[in-house]
């Protein structure tokens, strides 16, 4: 069973751009969770995607948003980028409540 | 909703000594509590999990002990390794919620 996959591995971008970030679930999985992670500590929750529908977005402003496709995998934009959004975004996707599996990540580098 | 504090941010033991990380959270609905072990540079991957219907678990040198009417849950890891060197974190689920809480994480330091 392949895991949950995400591009670009890395991505450098300057203040004010926009970064997509992409999300690719564990087949069968119809849940996908955006988490941002920086200073390699805590998991804050971003958003939340099920069966294509926006289900729940954390504590971040409205410049984070995202989508998710009809074959369920997810796509994070954060517009108008600021130096604090510097950090490591984790997907994770989950068939049922309950246990999330983890993609790699993707680190953004906003200089 | 639900919170879970986790405790301590950072954790250092002697190789071969027992390392403990307690979390606690707020909504007695909870009944699944799983925790993450993330190693430098990889993902959050499960390592062990706990119901509520079970007060212990063990997986060779890791256990799980969930406490419901204290509503705490602890990871133990007994005879430390290096490779047990890393970032932990603790969730919770609520009955009928479908969105983990995790806690703020542990980083847990193997000194040789």
């Known amino acids: 069973e392949a895991g949950v996959t995400q591009s670009p591995t890395h991505l450098i971008k300057t203040r004010g751009q926009q970064a997509t970030l992409r999300c690719s679930p564990i087949?069968?999985?119809?849940?996908v969770y955006w988490y941002q992670q920086a200073l390699g500590l805590g998991l804050q929750f971003l958003l939340w995607y099920d069966e294509g529908e926006e289900r729940n977005r954390g504590n971040f402003p409205p410049r984070f948003s995202g989508r998710q496709f009809p074959n369920y995998s997810s796509e994070l934009n954060v517009n108008a980028l600021e130096l604090e959004d510097s950090a490591l975004y984790l997907c994770?996707?989950?068939?049922?409540?309950?246990?999330?599996?983890f993609g790699p990540g993707t680190r953004l580098t906003v200089l | 909703g639900e919170n879970v504090e986790q405790h301590p941010s950072t954790l250092s033991v002697q190789e071969g000594d027992s390392a403990v990380i307690k979390c606690t959270y707020s909504d007695s609905a909870s009944n699944y509590f799983p925790w993450y072990k993330q190693e430098l540079g990889k993902r959050p991957q499960l390592i062990i999990d706990i119901r509520s219907n079970v007060g212990e678990k063990k997986d060779q040198r890791i256990a799980v002990t969930l406490n419901k009417t204290a509503k705490h849950f602890s990871l133990h890891i007994t005879e430390t390794q290096p490779e047990d060197s890393a970032v932990y974190f603790c969730?919770?689920?609520?009955?009928?919620?479908?969105?983990?809480?995790f806690g703020q994480g542990t980083r847990l330091t193997i000194n040789p």
């Open positions: 969730a919770a689920l609520r009955t009928g919620a479908q969105k983990l809480v």
């Open positions: 994770a996707s989950s068939r049922w409540a309950g246990e999330e599996f």
């Open positions: 087949s069968g999985h119809t849940s």
